[in-house]
């Protein structure tokens, strides 16, 4: 019932962001604070893998929609890994598959990036 | 040979009540109890997750909006019909100028708890005590 | 660049309550709950198990002994030190020439519950009402 | 949080009960009845396999020491297969891995029926 967050060593200038486990409004500022570090850095594209995550709620989601506003505003983007159905659904009620890019795997995520 | 058990035909009925702190940390306890309440009755795995989330976003409102409530009370109860759940904080309700917010525009850019309790259930009711909590109770119907 | 979270140094502390009706079919909702409690510390896998089983055995025996209790209240205190949970029936209590049973004899076949609470957990009191249900309280420390 | 109970085509007169899921207080009936039937029908040699079982609570092992008395009457005995260490555990500190043959597949359960 936790997540973990682990930052891969980039490729070019993306980075991609591992998250594993469940995100809510308990463990979603560690999500907040490691997408944070990097924007602040100056990392602006950014693969987010959601590949091992189980659950995710209106908080996880906020993170996610903060860190897109914040990288747009230089000229980024992130793109999301996602195959969970349910998952996905929520993607799909929210709308919020419109404004992400979503993918099968971190491959295709990287790509579209570039 | 093959016997798995479902011995009610709707399921077994009855009432659960779940109290915890109102606080981030015993979402999770909330949202497992609910989800093995609802693994009582005939749901799909999907209509579990579904009650998982409404009953989590409920309570992360109770956490962020009902200002000083100590505790959150969670009453599940099963039924022929399905899940009837009901989450009630102690606190001072909604501020009048961020009601429930519409479901016109999208993306749903903040208000998503509120919008995904209404997606993911057969029915909301908000039920606010102005200076005594927010009682929300939501169903969700079984297929038969 | 691991992070998982562990912003308390004990884990959460706080307490949650459960009633649930006293019969069989809610007992694996109180052993999920207890078990999603008992995740908030930091408790191992191994630990985690003890205490459902130990739960769920206690829980069993409001069913099958207490007579006549409608519910079973479960109450866990998390702490500094470890878990403490409160399982308490409203029944007779348990009949004066069936007491908890000695632990001497191996195998032990027949009184298997109340030995196996006492094997898993690492403190157990019993406290009965004579007419008014049975109160175990047990605790499981965390390892610091 | 349910049990669910296969018996499989017997091998000379050697019945494999396969159980997967959770023995509890709600679900041990089934296993007994399923159990009480194969004696019933005088099946007194028995492998039932736990390696599925995620828990076992001690109606569960009171459903399997109730088996293991009815076919020793006969002759019979009743072979556990379980690889779970949560599981093995609580054999161990209810002595009841004395009393019963416990294997970690159901081949080995099989040929030390014999
Ligand atoms: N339990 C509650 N106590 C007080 N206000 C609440 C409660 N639940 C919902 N609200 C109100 O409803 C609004 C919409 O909630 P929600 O859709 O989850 O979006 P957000 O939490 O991002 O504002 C909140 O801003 C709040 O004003
Ligand atoms: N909640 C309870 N209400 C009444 N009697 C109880 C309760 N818990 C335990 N007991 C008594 O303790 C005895 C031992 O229980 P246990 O070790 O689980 O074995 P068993 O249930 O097989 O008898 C029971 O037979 C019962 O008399």
């Given at each position: 019932?936790?997540?973990?967050?682990?930052?891969?060593?980039?490729?070019?200038?993306?980075?991609?962001?591992?998250?594993?486990?469940?995100?809510?409004?308990?463990?979603?500022?560690?999500?907040?604070?490691?997408?944070?570090?990097?924007?602040?850095?100056?990392?602006?594209?950014?693969?987010?893998?959601?590949?091992?995550?189980?659950?995710?709620?209106?908080?996880?989601?906020?993170?996610?929609?903060?860190?897109?506003?914040?990288?747009?505003?230089?000229?980024?983007?992130?793109?999301?890994?996602?195959?969970?159905?349910?998952?996905?659904?929520?993607?799909?009620?929210?709308?919020?598959?419109?404004?992400?890019?979503?993918?099968?795997?971190?491959?295709?995520?990287?790509?579209?990036?570039? | 040979?093959?016997?798995?058990?479902?011995?009610?035909?709707?399921?077994?009925?009855?009432?659960?009540e779940l109290r915890i702190p109102c606080k981030a940390e015993w979402v999770?306890v909330a949202?497992?109890?609910?989800?093995?309440?609802?693994?009582?009755?005939?749901?799909?795995?999907?209509?579990?997750?579904?009650?998982?989330?409404?009953?989590?976003?409920a309570c992360?409102?109770c956490i962020?909006?009902s200002e000083g409530s100590d505790q959150i009370h969670i009453t599940?109860?099963?039924?022929?019909?399905?899940?009837?759940?009901r989450v009630r904080d102690f606190g001072?309700?909604?501020?009048?100028?961020?009601?429930?917010?519409?479901?016109?525009?999208?993306?749903?850019?903040?208000?998503?708890?509120?919008?995904?309790?209404?997606?993911?259930?057969?029915?909301?009711?908000?039920?606010?005590?102005?200076?005594n909590g927010t009682n929300?109770?939501?169903?969700?119907?079984?297929?038969?």
């Amino acid at each position: 019932m936790d997540i973990k967050v682990n930052v891969r060593e980039p490729k070019g200038d993306t980075y991609v962001v591992d998250l594993s486990g469940e995100i809510d409004v308990y463990t979603s500022p560690k999500v907040k604070d490691a997408i944070g570090e990097l924007i602040d850095k100056g990392h602006y594209n950014l693969v987010i893998n959601l590949e091992n995550v189980r659950y995710i709620d209106s908080t996880g989601l906020g993170v996610l929609i903060g860190g897109l506003k914040r990288v747009r505003e230089h000229g980024g983007t992130v793109n999301l890994v996602c195959t969970n159905p349910q998952i996905k659904k929520i993607f799909d009620i929210t709308g919020l598959v419109k404004i992400f890019g979503i993918y099968d795997d971190v491959d295709a995520a990287m790509k579209a990036l570039v | 040979m093959n016997q798995p058990v479902t011995p009610h035909p709707h399921g077994a009925l009855g009432t659960v009540e779940l109290r915890i702190p109102c606080k981030a940390e015993w979402v999770a306890v909330a949202r497992l109890a609910v989800a093995a309440v609802a693994n009582r009755l005939n749901f799909s795995i999907e209509d579990i997750e579904d009650v998982k989330l409404a009953v989590a976003e409920a309570c992360t409102n109770c956490i962020q909006h009902s200002e000083g409530s100590d505790q959150i009370h969670i009453t599940c109860e099963t039924g022929p019909e399905g899940l009837t759940v009901r989450v009630r904080d102690f606190g001072r309700g909604p501020r009048p100028q961020k009601a429930a917010p519409s479901v016109s525009d999208e993306p749903h850019v903040g208000g998503l708890g509120v919008f995904l309790i209404r997606s993911l259930m057969d029915s909301v009711d908000y039920d606010v005590h102005p200076e005594n909590g927010t009682n929300l109770v939501m169903t969700k119907k079984v297929a038969h």
